[in-house]
T-cell receptor, first 113, second 112 residues
Framework: ETGVTQSPTHLIKTRGQQVTLRCSSQ?????VSWYQQALGQGPQFIFQ???????GRGNFPPRFSGLQFPNYSSELNVNALELDDSALYLC????????????FGPGTRLTVT | DQQVKQNSPSLSVQEGRISILNCDYT??????FLWYKKYPAEGPTFLIS?????DKNEDGRFTVFLNKSAKHLSLHIVPSQPGDSAVYFC???????????FGKGTHLIIQP
């Protein structure tokens, strides 16, 4: 059983650009969530996808969007990058039974300059 | 407004002793509570969870206690081992599609 993987590990972008981060969920997990973790803070919920539909969202603007694919992979897209978007972005997956027990990937460190 | 609070940024405990990490919450709608451990350059690792209908859950060296009236939970690690040195996050959720709400974490240091 493979765990949750994310790519790339690190990324540097310029303010105003767009970025796509990728995640491969644990096999059999039909729910994926994305979190943003700023330095010195706990992870903050961005949104959740279940069976390729967004079904929950935290306090993030629409320029944060996502996709979930049938093969357990997913994407986080951020448009019009701002300096405050610099953070660790974490992907987490869970199955339908214990959906609240989420299993995290190692994260993508995004730096916006 | 922080709904999940971990008021101790760091905690130092001797190897073999008990580590007690504390967490307070304000939202009475939370149904599940979880503890995660995080090493540098890794994602959070799920440790243990508890439903709001229980007051204790045990898994090996880890025990989580929930006091709903005080809106307080704690994680006990007995005995503490060097590999337990990490940042511990408390998290809570109402379930469904709500996602997890995390505290800021407590850095646990196990001294030899």
């Amino acid at each position: 059983e493979t765990g949750v993987t994310q790519s790339p590990t690190h990324l540097i972008k310029t303010r105003g650009q767009q970025v796509t981060l990728r995640c491969s969920s644990q096999s059999g997990h039909n729910t994926v969530s994305w979190y943003q973790q700023a330095l010195g803070q706990g992870p903050q919920f961005i949104f959740q996808y279940y069976r390729e539909e967004e079904n929950g969202r935290g306090n993030f603007p629409p320029r944060f969007s996502g996709l979930q694919f049938p093969n357990y992979s997913s994407e986080l897209n951020v448009n019009a990058l701002e300096l405050d978007d610099s953070a660790l972005y974490l992907c987490a997956s869970s199955d339908g039974k214990l959906h609240y027990e989420q299993y995290f990937g190692p994260g993508t460190r995004l730096t916006v300059t | 407004d922080q709904q999940v609070k971990q008021n101790s940024p760091s905690l130092s405990v001797q190897e073999g002793r008990i580590s007690i990490l504390n967490c307070d919450y304000t939202n009475s709608m939370f149904d599940y509570f979880l503890w995660y451990k995080k090493y540098p350059a890794e994602g959070p690792t799920f440790l243990i969870s508890i439903s709001s209908i229980k007051d204790k859950n045990e898994d090996g060296r880890f025990t989580v206690f929930l006091n709903k009236s005080a809106k307080h939970l704690s994680l006990h690690i007995v005995p503490s081992q060097p590999g337990d040195s990490a940042v511990y996050f408390c998290a809570a959720t109402r379930g469904g599609a709500d996602g997890l709400t995390f505290g800021k974490g407590t850095h646990l240091i196990i001294q030899p």
